[in-house]
T-cell receptor
Framework: DVKVTQSSRYLVKRTGEKVFLECVQD?????MFWYRQDPGLGLRLIYFSYDVKMKEKGDIPEGYSVSREKKERFSLILESASTNQTSMYLC?????????????FGSGTRLTVV | AQKVTQAQTEISVVEKEDVTLDCVYE???????LFWYKQPPSGELVFLIRRNSFDEQNEISGRYSWNFQKSTSSFNFTITASQVVDSAVYFC???????????????FGQGTELSVKP
């Protein structure tokens, strides 16, 4: 069964901490995405990557960075966590050239910054 | 730019009622894909349907049906004879197929929370 695995389901961090959210996919997908989900705002794209070491900003990149050193792993980094980054974070991946098919989502990480 | 709007934030119905969730989109591309996802209380996104921009045929799958109209840039979702298990947040999403959408990112609407009461 194909999978996108997010390392933590729930996470509590303190303001100012550096936070790493990890996402691993086992499908050899080229493209990976990080979304943030907030009530009434839907899922908003933070960053995405279409190849190893490649990254592109999404709609709300401020306060975040990403790392993709290996094809299967895409990390979201909160350099200095703030309370307004309390949210649900979803990782996704998809292969290139599938005509819109093949998106696979992780189960999400609910991050609370206190 | 691409944009998806789900104007209905919350809908509450009684079991067995029919309910339609609205989705309006904007895109500059002529080839694109539209999606509906369901997110139950467990939090996982469940894929429901994908439609490409060249296929305007309506689709029916059991109690679910979808009405795609390019003339009004809408892709509405109807649940017939709703059930309590249909209670969830539903998202409409768009992905452009052209060169401007490297990686094929999905753009989501704000979501509609459907509550079906017994």
């Amino acid at each position: 069964d194909v999978k996108v695995t997010q390392s933590s389901r729930y996470l509590v961090k303190r303001t100012g901490e550096k936070v790493f959210l990890e996402c691993v996919q086992d499908m050899d997908h080229e493209n990976m995405f990080w979304y943030r989900q907030d009530p009434g705002l839907g899922l908003r794209l933070i960053y995405f990557s279409y190849d190893v070491k490649m990254k592109e900003k999404g709609d709300i990149p401020e306060g975040y960075s990403v790392s993709r050193e290996k094809k299967e792993r895409f990390s979201l980094i909160l350099e200095s966590a703030s309370t307004n980054q309390t949210s649900m974070y979803l990782c996704a991946s998809r292969p290139t050239g599938t005509g819109g098919y093949g998106y696979t989502f992780g189960s999400g990480t609910r991050l609370t910054v206190v | 730019a691409q944009k998806v709007t789900q104007a209905q934030t919350e809908i509450s119905v009684v079991e067995k009622e029919d309910v339609t969730l609205d989705c309006v989109y904007e895109t500059r591309d002529t080839t694109y894909y539209l999606f509906w996802y369901k997110q139950p209380p467990s939090g996982e996104l469940v894929f429901l349907i994908r439609r490409n921009s060249f296929d305007e045929q309506n689709e029916i799958s059991g109690r679910y049906s979808w009405n795609f109209q390019k003339s009004t840039s809408s892709f509405n979702f109807t649940i017939t004879a709703s059930q309590v298990v249909d209670s969830a947040v539903y998202f409409c999403a768009l992905s452009e197929a052209g060169i401007y959408n490297q990686g094929g990112k999905l753009i989501f609407g704000q979501g509609t929370e459907l509550s079906v009461k017994p």
